[in-house]
């Protein structure tokens, strides 16, 4: 039996990686910060089947002390602060977690279990200003916030300590990736549970800042596989994952309120508040390698994926026993 360490475990990424490790018959070990109120919630269906143990990105010999302890095959480093508007505010803070994080976790790895397979979470907003579409592996990297800025030192952290201790450490380049798990700072979530505030009568508007930026949004739960395939191949190599498709924020406001029919454009206004003082407009993914290498392919595509999102957030209110008021939900 495989034993997999996760980082990030009780966010969206950590909760369904764990899942789909746990079907693969691996221990799962999950590495948790101390709370007062740990907000376990995702983990609901694996708890009992899980390890959690206290250990910070923060704190580098916690992380010496879990990997010594536990000697895990496999690291999927998914701990970040991770909310991109947020690290403006927390510049340094997301420069200590989610870059200077990354080579405290290589450290211990290094020290403490260098046959450790290791996953970075690397994002496609290290491609901001992008130098080209759509973008690959190949494409030069102009973050536009501290979170990009981050992420680049984390991916070459990477890079680096494969190249210069032979670790198998590979990262993955994971365009948007959304879900229900979605936290509702993010746009596509905000924007599902907003949808569904809406048709129960919670609230008129919707405010939201530039409608105009395109991501390349794909399901959570596909692209967790592919951290997994990036582990089991002969050689570490870094992988784009994407679903090749770009949309606007608009688009996505359009397809979430006409499932519950509503029109969009009734609801949703444009807050300067939510804009970024840098922004990314446009996120377009070339995943061939790893369709080619890893034989990866995403299930889901954008307009179920909206669906599915925006059904959480309208299932929870029924189950909850409250009646929507507008558009064509049914009780
Ligand atoms: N959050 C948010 N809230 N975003 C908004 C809003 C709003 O009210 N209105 C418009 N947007 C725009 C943002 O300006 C951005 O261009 C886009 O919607 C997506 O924002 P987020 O959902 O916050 O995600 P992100 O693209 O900044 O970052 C996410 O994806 C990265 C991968 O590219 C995060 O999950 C990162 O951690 C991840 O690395």
């Keep these: 039996m495989k034993t997999a360490l996760i980082t990030g475990i009780t966010g969206q990424d950590g909760s369904y990686l764990a899942e789909h490790l746990l079907a693969l018959g691996y221990r799962v070990v999950g590495l948790v ?58 510049p340094v803070h997301t420069g200590e977690v989610t870059a200077l994080g990354v080579v405290r976790l290589l450290e211990a790895i290094r020290i403490a279990r260098p046959e450790a397979r290791f996953y970075q979470a690397s994002s496609s907003e290290m491609f ?3 130098r080209q579409s759509p973008q690959s592996e190949d494409t030069p990297f102009h973050p536009r916030s501290p ?4 992420k680049v030192y984390g991916h070459w952290a990477t890079v680096n300590y494969r190249e210069s201790y032979g670790l198998f450490a590979c990262s993955g380049i994971l365009f948007n990736h959304e879900s229900p798990r ?11 549970d907003g949808v569904a505030a809406i048709a129960f009568g919670e609230r008129d508007r919707l405010a939201l800042g530039n409608l105009d930026a395109r991501r390349d949004w794909g399901f959570a739960g596909d692209y967790v596989r592919a951290m997994h395939l990036m582990l089991q191949q002969t050689e570490p190599r870094d992988y784009v994952v994407a679903s090749g498709t770009t949309h606007s924020v608009r688009e996505f406001c359009q397809y979430a309120f006409a499932r519950v029919g509503l029109d969009w454009e009734e609801y949703v206004t444009v807050d300067p508040r939510f804009y970024r003082p840098a922004e990314v407009e446009l996120l377009h993914g070339d995943a ?8 990866w392919a995403p299930e889901v595509g954008f307009e179920e994926l909206v669906q599915r999102m925006v059904d959480h957030d309208v299932g929870r209110r029924l189950a909850a026993g409250r009646e929507p008021v507008r558009g064509t939900v049914t009780a």
């Design 182 to 192: 979605r936290g509702l700072e993010f746009v596509t979530r905000k924007i599902s």
């Design 288 to 295: 061939s390698r790893a369709r080619a290498e890893l034989g």
């Design 147 to 150: 979170y990009g800025v981050a």
């Design 33 to 90: 910060r101390r709370s007062a109120t740990p907000s376990l919630e995702r983990l609901a269906d694996v708890r009992d089947r899980i390890e959690l143990v206290p250990g910070d990105l923060l704190d580098t010999g916690s992380l010496l002390r879990v990997v010594q302890e536990h000697q895990p095959d496999e690291v999927y480093n998914l701990a970040a602060q991770s909310f991109v508007h947020a690290s403006f505010g927390e």
């Design 128 to 130: 901001g200003k992008v």
